[in-house]
């Protein structure tokens, strides 16, 4: 019954067939031709014995191993590594097919290779996840074969493998690399003056032009004779927390990414960075209630905390409730903060609602609301009008564009500092928002 399993017929071997069968028939006419491929046929089954004794004799013939990162980053690609070696003392031909878990959509992996004796080999292939939870990979399926490519043998390894796929884990260690080497302007975030005395001393320095002449330390100038400034550098340990709003508004999909995972990726990029800086970082998840409140604190191990409960956030198809988040963080966050707000709103009378909890908070806190802009929009917006139906689309999507320019403008008024962003720069837009606040010496 095992060998029933692991026993399957080679595609080349029904080409064989067709041939002895086009000769049997090509026989009617031309004689000859029926006691040879009388013997070719006997041939066949010779060379299908053989073939068969050549596979099953050795008892492992291949073995391979699929290995797969202890955690997958939503969002990216991840590599994926498989491991064979051959143990068949003569040459044999592969087809690795990997089961991938069913969130792919995938059921055309295959890889082909030939094996001599004693050969090892790798194979490296890349995984995109666009939604977090538990993918199961299933059987590594490898089928060897001969050179005579009658029959194929079937190994199987490696089944029902679990990873868990995590938020963006591969971002944040790309902005943690950056932050440490204070090369974020690499990526696009700005390199921000610091404004204002109400930083930390840092050290007094030698005058250069730009510094503020009002940092001229004169005791220190007469000494060195020469213009000698203080340097300040920003406060360290204030809180700051990401806020997500899990609500119905949050499930848009842009690149196959909901908005909720964006903002979740984006969070916990800038939590790492934060705390690289020294500050407190906290979260609050919410929708109809208080899904999740992680206090802001001050130790880098705090950072695993926070991605497990990212980990498990979903959207719902709620609205959600803007004055029973007020009165968390007025009863939860007593310290002024830096308060991260991720949301959306798509029509301006959606904002004016939520707009009176929204200076409320702002009043205690430093508030800054991120919402997104409607990339798709954008497209059809540049795309050229042919007919009257096109130039209809193309208005309706210009007012909703203009829409969100008047929403960031009426948080302004109040106020409340803004992020109007695509989904793909959010991250980076978030950061400069932070080195932003932190140099103007707002929090």
């Excluded at 990162?69 to 590594?81: A, G, M, R, T």
Aim: aromatic share 12%; charged share 25%; no cysteine.
């Amino acid at each position: 019954m095992q060998f029933l399993k692991t026993f399957y017929i080679h595609n080349v071997f029904f080409r064989y067939i067709a041939v002895l069968s086009a000769s049997f028939i090509l026989s009617y006419w031309v004689p000859m031709l029926y006691p040879i491929t009388w013997l070719l046929t006997l041939l066949l089954i010779a060379l299908f014995l053989f073939d068969a004794y050549l596979l099953y004799t050795a008892k492992t013939g291949i073995k391979a191993s699929r290995i797969l990162p202890k955690k997958l980053s939503n969002s990216d690609l991840n590599p994926i590594l498989i491991q064979f070696e051959s143990q068949y003392a003569f040459l044999v031909h592969v087809s690795i097919i990997d089961e991938l878990p069913a969130q792919f959509q995938k059921r055309d992996f295959e890889y082909k290779t030939s094996l001599s004796k004693g050969d090892k080999k790798e194979y490296r292939y890349t995984v995109r996840p666009v939604d977090r939870g538990e993918y199961v990979f299933g059987n590594l399926n490898v089928f060897a074969s001969s050179s005579l490519k009658i029959i194929k043998r079937k190994f199987v390894f490696q089944k029902d493998q679990m990873v868990p796929v995590y938020p963006s884990i591969i971002q944040m260690q790309q902005y943690d690399f950056l932050a440490i080497n204070n090369q974020l302007t690499e990526v696009g975030l700005k390199k921000i003056r610091r404004i204002g005395h109400t930083q930390e001393f840092e050290q007094i320095k030698e005058y250069v032009q730009g510094d503020d002449f009002r940092t001229v330390n004169w005791k220190a100038t007469a000494k060195q004779n020469q213009l000698m400034v203080n340097q300040y550098q920003d406060e360290r340990s204030q809180p700051i927390y990401s806020i997500i709003d899990t609500g119905r508004v949050m499930k848009m999909p842009f690149n196959e990414l909901k908005l909720l995972d964006y903002a979740i990726n984006s969070a916990l990029a800038f939590s790492n960075v934060a705390l690289k800086r020294n500050d407190k970082t906290g979260m609050i998840t919410f929708s109809k209630k208080i899904e999740s409140f992680v206090p802001a604190v001050q130790k880098i191990t705090h950072l695993n905390t926070i991605l497990e409960k990212l980990y498990n956030i979903n959207t719902e198809f709620t609205d959600a409730d803007f004055g029973m988040l007020y009165a968390h963080i007025k009863r939860k966050v007593n310290q002024r903060s830096l308060l991260l707000l991720y949301t959306n709103f798509e029509h301006i009378s959606a904002l004016k609602r939520q707009l009176p909890f929204l200076t409320a908070i702002s009043k205690k806190h430093v508030l800054v609301v991120i919402f997104f802009e409607n990339t798709e929009l954008d497209t059809l917006i540049s795309t050229d009008a042919e007919d009257l139906q096109s130039i209809y689309h193309k208005t309706i999507a210009e007012k909703f564009t203009m829409e969100k320019r008047l929403m960031q403008k009426e948080l302004q008024k109040y106020g409340i500092q803004t992020i109007l962003t695509k989904p793909e720069n959010l991250t980076m837009n978030t950061i400069n928002k932070y080195l932003e606040i932190k140099a103007r010496g707002l929090l």
